[in-house]
């Protein structure tokens, strides 16, 4: 069973600029750790700070999720570059396969390591699935939205159309009548 993280046990603001700069990748570790003394001096002065090891350690699986969001957008990219610019229903579609991809790779690195996973964990892969699930639902909407909007468009055109018809060519008000019945036109 692994330990959790000294940098998961610091206070909610030193772990969220920890976490903040990682995310930047612009300071080396030397410059991280005098970023933290320098922005946390009281933490520092009382030894509570992680140490340089556990700092590198956190760094490097920060960097790996990292580098693996930015190989999904880049598969994301190539695709919508293959495809065309239509294709953003189906990016996002991948995006959200993707998610769930990593919240099940997550998992199963913990249990294949004998990594003993706490609530807070299984929570947060919970969260993740849910998002990931949210993310297709509203995939779906929009979708729906579109069409129910194309399609009202395109009704309202027929209708324009169909009283800018007048009587030509002997069409009478009861066959326009049965055209905007056919149609679903009001």
Do not use: C
């Amino acid at each position: 069973m692994g330990r959790k993280s000294t940098v998961d046990k610091q206070s909610p603001g030193v772990r969220a600029h920890i976490l903040r700069r990682l995310r930047e990748n612009r300071l080396t570790l030397d410059e991280l750790i005098a970023d933290l003394h320098a922005t946390f001096p009281d933490a520092a002065a009382s030894g509570e700070l992680p140490s340089r090891s556990a700092l590198h350690r956190f760094g490097q699986g920060v960097q790996e999720i990292v580098a693996h969001e930015r190989e999904m957008a880049a598969a994301a990219e190539a695709l919508v570059a293959e495809l065309g610019e239509e294709f953003d229903a189906k990016s996002g579609a991948l995006l959200a396969q993707a998610v769930t991809t990593l919240a099940s790779k997550t998992a199963m690195n913990a249990i294949q390591s004998d990594q003993a996973l706490e609530i807070s964990d299984v929570l947060d892969l919970a969260r993740a699935a849910k998002a990931a699930q949210e993310a297709r639902s509203l995939n779906l909407r929009e979708r729906q939205a579109v069409a129910k909007t194309a399609r009202e468009k395109l009704l309202e055109e027929q209708k324009a159309k169909l009283e800018a018809m007048g009587s030509k060519g002997g069409v009478t008000e009861d066959t326009k009548r049965a055209i905007r019945e056919a149609l679903g036109i009001v």
